[in-house]
Nanobody, 126 residues
Framework: QVQLTETGGGLVQAGGSLRLSCAASGRTFSSYPMAWFRQAPGKEREFVATISGSGVRTSYADSVKGRFTISRDNGENTVYLQMNSLKPEDTAVYYC???????????????????WGQGTQVTVSS
């Protein structure tokens, strides 16, 4: 059984930073891409960032490029999302997820991921 547990959300002022963590268990972590998605109230879940199993390849949504950094520690089975220069429009519940396609590059499509964490709230005040 795959389990994903996010931590690190909270309330921060615009321009501030937060680091989200997602601890994974139940799958050979280093073989699978991981990703972060987010969902704001009244909006659909949207892609934020993805990272390949090795950590070499990353991809970001245009809205966070240059401000957010995804990384992973395969020894600790953990993926991170460093969020800098936060804006009020970044306010959302952030979810980590693991791909069901090993050795792929990652994807922007939720359907390519089969397990999701419970989510962590990020609120950015203006």
């Amino acid at each position: 059984q795959v389990q994903l547990t996010e931590t690190g959300g909270g309330l921060v002022q615009a321009g501030g930073s937060l680091r989200l963590s997602c601890a994974a268990s139940g799958r050979t972590f280093s073989s699978y891409p991981m990703a972060w998605f987010r969902q704001a109230p009244g909006k659909e879940r949207e892609f934020v960032a993805t990272i390949s199993g090795s950590g070499v390849r990353t991809s970001y949504a245009d809205s966070v490029k240059g401000r957010f950094t995804i990384s992973r520690d395969n020894g600790e089975n953990t993926v991170y999302l460093q969020m800098n220069s936060l804006k009020p429009e970044d306010t959302a519940v952030y979810y980590c997820t693991i791909s069901h396609r090993p050795y792929s590059s990652g994807s922007v499509y939720p359907s390519d991921y089969d397990y999701w964490g419970q989510g962590t709230q990020v609120t950015v005040s203006s």
